[in-house]
């Protein structure tokens, strides 16, 4: 499930395991829709003399704010290299240095250069490659523009998925020895992200309803520089250039929160200090609320036209602004989810039949923040890992009965109907719903979060659950009903947002990511555990599990 | 002080009401600021959630929102409604697809092309993976990379007008990656790709009118892209008359490029 960097990955370390394999790649969009187009600055794996793996792990670690486990993280960084040249055989246009290797950049909380990139389009090159690629496996069969609606479960195993074809809103039954999930993040819980309009959680609200525990959901990840209005994303690539993030007063404010690596600090702390600028009245004004300034004019024409060609057609087409000659107005943004699907090194949960990769998944090596480049090789690392796995397994596994499935699939195409397509009696609508939602998440669990805020936004997202079992559709017809499709991702986003303020709500301490007024420092006593939120009828339950430290003991984490 | 609005006509196709498409007319507020696809947006949040389209990214890179704004083909995301205030913007699926619904097009032709002009590296050695990369120098990057800027928005094949009258052209994206790949100094395929792509249906039926160079929301240049490889594949079949040891494939890329 899911047509990214991590399915399509997947699907092909699956294909390679064996020819005597079926692998249906099923997407809601086509998977060069998919939101790894919009990654832009780079993709992180130890390559250059001074860099080492050890390096990688330790930076990664760090960045974590010591939540990731250390052995996922070790086999992320001796993979990585690999995965990149995987990619540069497949035709991935790498940017190079004169003598035609694979170059690298700065990038932000990294000891050393170990970004490689393709200018700052890197995503969307990454994504074509992998899809234009995946083309040449006839065993890989597409269902385009499928949207999956529940996992089906037989003797307590993922046997399949039923999926709605939009083209006419009839359910298929798809059965599968094993199911992977790469379905993305969650940023459209909230109102001001960098993320496409498909991610909306869809993966992990059908992991969770199954059972399955969703790993760490407090660690959403502001990025600090996103444009004011729509979020479009400024790479941090705009920094590991070179760039400044400067205040109101002209000043790189930096200094005053982290002198040591200044714009190339981590994302939670570059995301605080632009805050406290704010708070400070130290940032602009403007239509679309505070913000600070980026200012990459020093670099000069020729490098962001060769490097940052990307955040320069951005600006000039969306916002009006040359970089060249003008600053850019940004302010932090939802970027990221660091929690998901509770998996094991190999992409499987604690349901048979059932994986995940990508940044649906926490394996972990995000911890309580990940540092910028390491998710497009996630999804390369964990999403070959998977298919190999599952693909593995699959020949393994017994052929799963039919007959159960298609009753299954049955059920949900009259749950589906009745629920929404001849639904004509709700007083509830889409929008005002996924407003208020967004808005709550805004309030609730943005940069800083407290006790009170996070028990607000428990309460509102209940609230919106209750009416959302109100709702009706505009529209009915059968034919690329996108209403249809809008109301299961709010449906999806609603439970996951629930896990996300309410995870939020129980770790009271302060970690990388999830900052709390009230409890401002780490506590390794009480807190340094992933937190696990399983599905009750209550709502989420909230547990513990163990991280795994293997050679770097927690420390305070200091730049 | 009232809210300054402009209309947009929507093309409707609603298949299971009527075998006709129809518009209808939106009053949507305008800011300098919005583009056709908030427009859209706004319509189908606020007014009648019945109006069907694709989008995704709202950033110009993810190709889903390929319409018709006012007879042009545009990505909708990246198309301001200030170009037009305060006249009507007429609104209407990509020309030269089916409809399934309103303003979605299928597109599943392209993607049959897409795979029969082999958009993959074709090597008849693989290296293995700890050999560490294939070296390519800038340079090199450059004699391609502007054709691997396709983002698969349709657009080109919309304004394309011998697409148009005969859907079996491969049409400009899928002919603009295969050059793509011919370009790239890792890649071995040309003649394996020139089987497709120089045949019945391929680049010698491309009449250079440019439309699809004209359209392209990346600069991908899809024409000239066929034009070389026109050139390209003359120069091949010549040379190998001329010069029956076979053509050295450096030479040609670099008059082609």
Redesign the interface.
Known sequence: MGGGAAGLRAAIAAAEVSDGLSIALVSK??P????T??AEGGAGAAFGQDDSTDLHAFDTIRGSDYLADQDAVEAFVTEAP?E???L????C??????????AVRPFGGMSVPRTVFAAD?TG??LL?TLF??S??YDRIV?L?EFFVTSLLLEDDRCSGVAAIDL?DSEVRCISAKAVILCTGGLGRIFSFTTN???NTADGMALAYRAGVPLKDMEFVQYHPTGLP??G??MTEATRGEGGYLVNKEGKRFLEEYIPSKMELGPRDILSRAIIQEIEKGRAFEGPYGEYVHLDIRHLGEALIDEKLP?VR??TT???GIDPVYEPIPVRPVVHYMMGGVDTDLEGKTRLPGLYAAGEAACVSINGANRLGSNSLTECLVFGARVGRRAAEDALEASEPAENPLVRLASAEQDRLTSAYLDNEGGRE???PIRRELQATMERGAGVYRTEESLKEAVEEVRALKERFGQLA???H???????LVSALELGNMLDVAETVVTSGLERRESRGSHTRRDYPDRDDQGFLAHSLAFSTPEGPRIEYGDVTITRWPPVERKY | MGETTMTLKVARY????GPSPYFDEYEVPYRE?MVVLDALNHI???V???V?????????????CGMMVNYVPRLTC?TFLREFYPKPVVVEPLENFPV???L?VD??DF?DK??DV????IRAH??P??A???????D??DR??QF?????CMLCYSACPVYAKDPKFIGPAALA?AHR?NL?S??EGRDERLDITAVDWGIWDCTFVGECSVVCPKDVDPAAAIQRSKVATTTKAMMSMVWPFGVERDAEDRRDA
Request: hydrophobic share 35%; proline share 4%.
């Open positions: 969009v086509y060069m829709r998919s939101h187009v919009s690999g990149i040249v995987q540069e055989h497949w035709g246009p790498w940017s190079r240095e004169p003598d035609g290797r694979l389009k969307f090159h074509h234009q690629t083309l040449k597409r385009d083209r496409a309009a498909i209005g729509t479009i994303l990307f057609e951005l087409k969306f916002v609508r889409i929008a559709l505009f529209d017809d059968r034919a690329f009903n996108t209403e | 609603r298949p299971e009401h600021d189908k949040d606020n009648d959630g019945s069907a389209y694709r989008w995704s990214c709202r950033m110009g890179v993810c190709g889903s990246s399934i619904r309103d979605v597109m599943s993607l897409l795979k082999k958009p993959w590296i693989e290296s993976i700890r560490g990369e294939y070296v390519q120098t800038p090199e990057v391609y990379k691997s800027m396709c983002i698969n990656l790949y790239d890792r890649d």
